[in-house]
C-alpha cells in the first residue's frame, strides 16, 4: 500500500466532519388518523423484509428486466442459486433486497439516491412504487468500478424498462455542491427513503449524510453499503445514526459489500 493511500487512511479515521442539523415540523410517513396511523416498520422488520424469499424473488426479477452485464448477471445468479440449493431457510440481504423491502413495508412518494450509477437500486424502487418520485444526484464517471456508467439518458431507459412513471430528477456533479444547492432550492421537500451510495471518501460522504438525513421524513429509511469494505466509513453511519436516538438501525454483513440501513423512529 502507497505511503500517501495510508496517510489518506489514517486522516479519515480522525478527521472531523459535518453532522445534520435536523429540521423542526418534520413530517412524518403515512397517515395521523385512526383509519391511517402513523406506523412505521421497526428496524428487526425492514431486516426480516430484506431478508426474506420475496425479496430475493422480486429482485431477481427486476435484474433479468434490465440491461444486462456481468453485475446484473451475477446477481440475479446469486440469488437463484441462493434459492434453489437452501429454500425456504436461504437468508440473504444487500442494498436491493433491502430497497425491495423498505420501499413495499413505507411505499415511499418520494426517494432520494445519492449514487445512481447504472440505477439497479432506483429501478428495485420503482419496480414497487412506480409512480414515486425519484431524485438521483450522481458524477456519472466513465468506466466506474470497471464497468461503463452510460450516464443519465441510460439511466431513464433502465427506470422505464422497471415500469416507473413517476417524476424522475438527475442531478450531474459532485454531490457535496448538488445536493445542497438542490435542497436550497426545494425547502418543502423531504423523503420518505434515501440511499446513500455516493464517495466513498469521509469529507463527501459525511456531507451527503449531513445535508440528505434532515429531509428524511420521520418513520423513513435510510439505507447504505460498502461499510464491510471501507470501515473509514462506518465512522459516519455509528456518530450519526447509532449513537442518535432519532434512528434505529439494522445491518446484514455476510455480502461483500454489507448493507446497513436504519429508520428514523422520532
Not at 453532522?19 to 423542526?24: C, Q
Not at 446513500?196 to 459525511?206: H, Q
Request: charged letters at 20%; aromatic letters at 8%; a negative charge.
Amino acid at each position: 500500500m502507497a505511503l500517501s493511500h495510508r496517510l489518506q487512511l489514517a486522516l479519515d479515521r480522525v478527521r472531523p466532519f459535518p453532522t445534520p442539523r435536523y429540521l423542526p415540523d418534520t413530517p412524518k410517513i403515512g397517515g395521523t388518523g385512526p383509519l391511517d396511523p402513523h406506523l412505521p416498520p421497526t428496524a428487526q422488520t425492514l431486516g426480516a423484509g430484506a431478508m426474506s424469499i420475496e425479496a430475493s424473488v422480486a429482485v431477481e426479477r427486476v435484474l433479468a428486466q434490465l440491461t444486462q452485464n456481468h453485475d446484473a448477471k451475477a446477481g440475479a445468479y446469486w440469488h437463484a442459486m441462493g434459492r434453489a440449493k437452501y429454500g425456504d431457510h436461504w437468508r440473504f440481504a444487500d442494498q436491493l433486497t433491502t430497497l425491495w423491502a423498505a420501499a413495499t413495508l413505507i411505499e415511499p412518494s418520494a426517494y432520494l439516491e445519492i449514487g445512481v450509477c447504472r440505477a439497479r437500486s432506483a429501478a428495485v424502487v420503482a419496480s414497487v412504487r412506480p409512480q414515486c418520485a425519484i431524485y438521483g444526484f450522481d458524477l456519472w464517471v466513465p468506466d466506474y468500478a470497471g464497468g461503463p456508467n452510460p450516464g443519465p439518458e441510460f439511466v431513464r431507459e433502465e427506470l422505464a424498462r422497471a415500469g416507473h412513471d413517476g417524476e424522475l430528477t438527475l442531478e450531474t456533479g459532485d454531490s457535496a455542491q448538488t445536493l445542497p444547492a438542490f435542497l436550497d432550492r426545494q425547502p418543502g421537500l423531504f423523503f420518505d427513503l434515501i440511499t446513500i451510495d455516493g464517495a466513498k471518501t469521509v469529507p463527501i460522504a459525511a456531507s451527503d449524510y449531513a445535508h440528505a438525513l434532515p429531509r428524511l421524513k420521520i418513520g423513513g429509511i435510510v439505507v447504505t453499503d460498502d461499510l464491510v469494505i471501507v470501515p473509514t466509513l462506518r465512522r459516519i453511519w455509528e456518530k450519526v445514526i447509532e449513537r442518535d436516538a432519532r434512528f434505529a438501525s439494522w445491518e446484514f454483513r455476510e455480502s461483500r459489500y454489507g448493507v446497513t440501513a436504519a429508520v428514523r423512529v422520532a
